[in-house]
């Protein structure tokens, strides 16, 4: 596709149960990385993936997040047993090669948790 | 880590009005973003410039690498310029694999 796409751009759950955010990078875009932007904030860094290298998990908040990509593709970001203060926008991003490629943001994924 | 400081915070003009947004940073960058977050959220890419000057219609940017300071110069704002304005690096050292944002500039633009 033109752009970065994300899935679902809604997503209201209740406390405690699991969710899955999709994210489609850019063609040809090697680097992926998922940010979190909590109402009125700026974004947070949660998980970066290149290639077939080990991915960058230092942002993720606690072991209820996950993350996933299958090959240089889709990614999948997994909350466990969400929590109240996992409401916020969740943002995937995807680049050339390295973060010192600009990166290009998709529309985001709003999460309510009630 | 990187340290990222923007201002103003919050900014109102009247619609035809110039304006400078201002970022500050506390390393050396290998990477710097300038966004404007419409009000539906959607970041959208204005200039990547980790140093030199651009120029795209009426929005322009400067990046003084050695001086660790980047502006970005709003001409002749209209009111689709409202929203927030975010600027974002990676460190050159400990910068990680990542864009640390700054906490914008909300900018709103009246008739």
């Known amino acids: 596709g033109a752009g970065v796409s994300q899935s679902p751009s809604n997503k209201v759950t209740e406390k405690g149960k699991d969710v899955e955010l999709r994210c489609d990078p850019i063609s040809g875009h090697t680097a992926l990385y998922w940010y979190r932007q909590r109402l009125g904030q700026g974004l947070e860094f949660l998980i970066y993936?290149?290639?077939?290298?080990?991915?960058?998990k230092s942002g993720l908040p606690s072991d209820r997040f996950s993350a996933e990509r299958t090959g240089e593709s889709v990614s999948t970001l997994t909350i466990q047993r969400t929590q109240q203060e996992d409401s916020a926008v969740y943002l995937c991003?995807?680049?050339?090669?390295?973060?010192?490629?600009?990166?290009?943001f998709g529309p985001g994924t709003r999460l309510t948790v009630l | 880590g990187i340290q990222v400081e923007q201002s103003p915070p919050d900014l109102i003009l009247q619609e035809g009005a110039n304006s400078t947004l201002r970022c500050n940073f506390s390393d050396s960058v290998n990477n710097l973003q300038w966004f404007h977050q419409n009000p539906w959220g959607q970041l959208i890419n204005l200039f990547y410039i980790p140093s030199g000057t651009k120029q795209n219609g009426r929005l322009s940017a400067t990046t003084v690498a050695t001086e660790r300071y980047s502006l970005l110069y709003i001409s002749s704002s209209q009111t689709t310029d409202s929203g927030v304005y975010f600027c974002a690096v990676v460190g050159l050292t400990g910068g990680g694999n990542k864009l640390t944002f700054g906490t914008g500039t909300q900018l709103k633009v009246e008739l």
């Open positions: 991003a995807s680049s050339l090669a390295s973060p010192y490629n600009e990166q290009f």
């Open positions: 993936f290149q290639g077939n290298s080990a991915p960058d």
